[in-house]
C-alpha cells in the first residue's frame, strides 16, 4: 500500500516537473522573441553597396567650335566661324544647336547697277543661329597607319533657326552632313557641310527669291 | 564672345573629366561573357570579351552604352541591356 503511493506520489512530482518545464519553456521562447528583432550578435563585414545610374559620369552633350567658308549667294565667300553644343539623345540621334557669323564680300553688280542699295559694312555681317536633328549613320572605325583604329561616324542633319543679314531677319533652314572622328572617347574632329536655305530680297531683282548659302567647316568638340 | 564660350567649354570638360577620375563602381560579369565595343554603338565592333565571374569597373555613360575597364586594364563600351546583366558587389 506504502509502495502503491510511492510510486502515485513520484508520479505526481514527475508530471508536475514535466508541467513546470513546459511552462518556463514557453516562457522562455516569449522573452527570446524581441531577440530576433534585435541587431545580430555577429555582424557581417560586408558592406552593402548598390549602385545608382545617376552617380555614374555621363557624357551625352558636344560642345565645340568650328571655322571654315560660306560661300553666300551673289556675295561671294568667306571665313565662316562658329560654335556649337549637341546632345545626344540615344547612339543614333542627337539634337544641337549652333551659332555662325561671316562677312559679305561686295555683288559683282553692286557699284554697277543704279538701282541696287549698296550694303554699308555693318550690313555685310552675317550670323545666324538654329536649331537642328542630326542622325548618325554609318558608324566605324578608320584605321590611320598600321596600328591605329579611330571609331568614326557620318551623320545627316537638318534644321531651322534664324539668319540676321543685311539688317534683316530670315527664317532658314538648313541640310547637311558631316563627318566625326573621335581622337579619344571624348574628343572629336569634325567636318560638316552645310546648305543655309532662307529668302532674300537682295539678288537685285526686287523679289523675294529662296538662296542656297552653302557652307563647309571643320572643327573640334569635346563630349562632356 | 567666341573666345570666352570656348573657354568656358574647356573649363567644363576639365571639370567634368576630374570628377570623373575619382571614383568608379565596380560589378561582376554573371553571364557567360559580355562584349566590349570600340564604341558607343551598335555598328561599333566588339574588341574584348570578358568572362564570367571577371570584374569590371564603369568609367563612364554615354546614351545608351557604358565605359567599362577590365582587370587586365582594357577599355571598351558595354550595352545598358548587357550591364544589366552583371552583379553589384552586394550580389544584386
Not at chain 1, 6 to 26: D, E, H, Q, Y
Not at chain 1, 29 to 44: L, M, N, Q, T, W
Not at chain 1, 72 to 84: C, P, Q, T
Not at chain 2, 43 to 65: A, C, F, L, Q
Request: glycine share 8%; proline share 2%.
Amino acid at each position: 500500500m506504502e509502495s502503491r503511493f510511492g510510486i502515485f506520489l513520484l508520479k505526481s512530482i514527475s508530471v508536475l516537473t514535466l508541467l513546470g518545464v513546459l511552462l518556463g519553456c514557453s516562457l522562455l521562447r516569449a522573452d527570446d522573441a524581441p531577440y530576433e528583432d534585435s541587431e545580430p550578435i555577429i555582424k557581417p563585414e560586408l558592406e552593402r553597396r548598390t549602385i545608382n545610374e545617376a552617380d555614374i559620369d555621363s557624357e551625352d552633350f558636344e560642345a565645340g567650335v568650328f571655322v571654315g567658308v560660306m560661300s553666300i549667294e551673289d556675295f561671294g565667300s568667306n571665313v565662316v566661324y562658329g560654335a556649337r553644343l549637341a546632345y545626344h539623345l540615344t547612339e543614333d540621334i542627337f539634337t544641337e544647336a549652333a551659332i555662325g557669323s561671316t562677312k559679305a564680300d561686295k555683288r559683282d553688280f553692286e557699284d554697277s547697277s543704279g538701282d541696287t542699295k549698296n550694303l554699308s559694312d555693318s550690313e555685310r555681317e552675317l550670323s545666324y543661329y538654329n536649331i537642328s536633328l542630326g542622325y548618325n549613320i554609318l558608324p566605324g572605325e578608320a584605321f590611320i597607319g598600321k596600328g591605329r583604329a579611330y571609331n568614326s561616324a557620318l551623320y545627316v542633319i537638318a534644321g531651322i533657326g534664324n539668319t540676321d543679314f543685311a539688317d534683316d531677319n530670315h527664317f532658314t533652314v538648313n541640310v547637311g552632313a558631316g563627318y566625326r572622328l573621335l581622337l579619344n572617347d571624348w574628343i572629336a574632329l569634325r567636318v560638316d557641310f552645310r546648305d543655309h536655305i532662307f529668302d532674300s530680297d537682295l539678288q537685285g531683282n526686287g523679289n523675294d527669291d529662296t538662296t542656297h548659302n552653302l557652307e563647309a567647316t571643320g572643327g573640334i568638340s569635346f563630349f562632356f | 564672345m567666341y573666345l570666352f564660350l570656348v573657354t568656358l567649354m574647356l573649363l567644363q570638360c576639365l571639370a567634368t573629366s576630374t570628377i570623373a577620375a575619382e571614383q568608379h563602381y565596380k560589378v561582376m560579369v554573371d553571364e557567360a561573357y559580355l562584349e566590349l565595343h570600340t564604341g558607343p554603338g551598335r555598328g561599333y565592333p566588339v574588341s574584348h570579351v570578358v568572362d564570367r565571374g571577371m570584374e569590371i569597373e564603369v568609367i563612364k555613360r554615354r546614351t545608351d552604352w557604358f565605359m567599362v575597364r577590365t582587370e587586365k586594364g582594357k577599355e571598351g563600351w558595354v550595352k545598358h541591356a548587357d550591364m544589366e546583366l552583371t552583379l553589384t558587389p552586394a550580389g544584386e
